[in-house]
């Protein structure tokens, strides 16, 4: 059974950072892309950074130099380094895989982490 469990969510001060972690278990967690999406209030769910299986790297335009996803592989944990927090960053986050198999495509999502960035 496929399980991502995201952690590291909280209430922080625009100007500050967190950092959010998104355990795997049930995958061969070195073969997968991983990826890390948001959802803020009202507003549709937005891709925000993406780690290949060799750790190669790809981000939203609006989180560029702010935000730094890696990989464990050891640990089959993702990271989400996010620094400079504006409040416009407020949102749910999640970490997502998708796997191809023989019998079809797979799409997996975490609960969900809480980030909350207000003075």
């Known amino acids: 059974q496929v399980q991502l469990v995201e952690s590291g969510g909280g209430l922080v001060q625009p100007g500050g950072s967190l950092r959010l972690s998104c355990a795997a278990s049930g995958i061969m967690f070195r073969v997968h892309a991983m990826d890390w999406y948001r959802q803020a209030p009202g507003k549709q769910r937005e891709w925000v950074a993406g780690i290949t299986s060799s750790s190669s790297t790809n981000y939203a335009n609006s989180v560029k130099g702010r935000f730094t996803i890696s990989r464990d592989n050891a640990k089959k944990t993702v990271y989400l380094q996010i620094n400079s927090l504006k409040p416009e960053d407020t949102a749910v986050y999640y970490c997502?895989?998708?796997?191809?198999?023989?019998?079809?495509?797979?799409?997996?999502w975490g609960q969900g982490t809480q980030v909350t960035v207000s003075s």
């Open positions: 997502n895989t998708v796997i191809s198999t023989t019998a079809g495509v797979y799409d997996y």
